[in-house]
């Protein structure tokens, strides 16, 4: 009788802890901060400052970002409604275009980094999908609010949208897009965003 | 006899009256009798910033549905969205506070997503935006410049 008692409560237990140790909160946070770390410590390296070094050092930067960072899903919610319509080829494409143009607008705020500390101020995760919020303090004693969303993939949990101060980068793009192509075509879109990363 | 018309047409005046109030009040509230035709979904934010029951819901700047709802639900804002019938929207559409003007009235837009899965009845919009305070993100502005 006892044995049977015993039986069950053990068999409750591990269906618990069975259950709870897949959604082991912290893992899309840990993920985060170690890629942020690894940034962080290629940006302090001290043979990596000077400035033939640049090049390189973007090189590093990026293929640590590119562990965490879904590309292909960032531009397929981007593009919305407009996705579907691409064939594989240019979805390919515009994947790499988009990688390119947001490479060219956060690289150099990356690069010039100013600050102080970054606070992981928690997460909330829903099935496969986590929102991670950490804050930025500045150099100027500022501070600026990020919201990763991540999405798992295995055991990863990668980024498809991140919102600086309420605003959303994909949101942001989506709108942008959308009347683009809109008033004239997806080519145009491609055109201008060609444009853009040859001008650098 | 005639008199008894005369009460009779002061009644129904009086009838005529009250409908016509009770229907003003209908239309100007903004209520539903018999439920309307929609359905419901529900989506939170971490600041309402200012939305209210019957406040606007719009795609493209067209009116797609109101606020039903505004309760407190894990110290974040969960906002029941009404909309009207035959308007799908997709798993990763976005819903995001907005202000009409600067000023202006608050409302919600949702930007259209490009997931072949639509939000079924009762199910949520995961990804949404909180109201801009436009105040604070100028006065950052303006000290990061000094």
């Known amino acids: 009788m006892i044995h049977t008692f015993l039986l069950q409560v053990f068999l409750l237990l591990s269906l618990i802890i069975g259950i709870t140790i897949p959604a082991f909160a912290g893992e899309p946070q840990e993920q985060l901060r170690q890629t942020t770390d690894k940034v962080l410590a290629i940006l302090s390296d001290p043979a990596l400052k000077s400035q033939n070094k640049v090049k390189e050092r973007r090189e590093l930067i990026l293929k640590v970002v590119d562990e965490r960072f879904d590309w292909e899903e960032m531009a397929r919610r981007s593009l919305a409604r407009h996705w579907a319509q691409r064939s594989p080829e240019e979805k390919q494409e515009f994947t790499h275009l988009f990688k390119e143009l947001l490479e060219r607008v956060y690289m150099d705020k990356v690069e010039g980094y100013s600050w102080n500390k970054i606070a992981y101020e928690g997460e909330h995760i829903d099935g496969d999908y986590a929102a991670v919020k950490v804050k930025v303090y500045t150099a100027k004693d500022q501070t600026i609010q990020v919201e990763y969303r991540t999405r798992k993939k295995g055991t990863q949990w990668f980024v498809y949208d991140f919102i600086i101060e309420g605003v959303g980068l994909v949101n942001n793009y989506r709108t942008q897009f959308n009347e683009i192509i809109l008033k004239s075509s997806y080519q145009e879109l491609v055109k201008r965003l060609k444009t853009k990363s040859t001008q650098n | ?146």
């Open chain 2, 1 to 146: 006899m005639k008199k008894y018309n005369i009460e009779l047409a002061v009644g129904l005046f009086v009838l005529a009256g009250i409908f016509c109030l009770g229907y003003l009040s209908i239309k100007l509230g903004k209520m539903e009798i018999v439920g309307g035709k929609g359905y419901e979904i529900y989506a939170t934010f971490s600041n309402s910033g200012g939305v209210k029951q019957g406040s606007n819901i719009v795609i493209a700047g067209v009116e797609v549905g109101r606020v039903k709802s505004i309760s407190l639900e894990n110290y974040q804002a969960r906002i029941v969205l009404s909309l009207i019938q035959g308007v799908k929207i997709q798993e990763d559409a976005i819903a995001s506070i907005k202000t009409k003007g600067l000023v202006g009235e608050k409302y919600i837009e949702i930007t259209p997503g490009g997931s072949e899965k639509f939000i079924s009845p009762g199910g949520r919009i995961r990804e949404t935006q909180s109201s801009v305070d436009l105040e604070e993100l100028i006065s950052k502005l303006v000290f990061e410049k000094i």
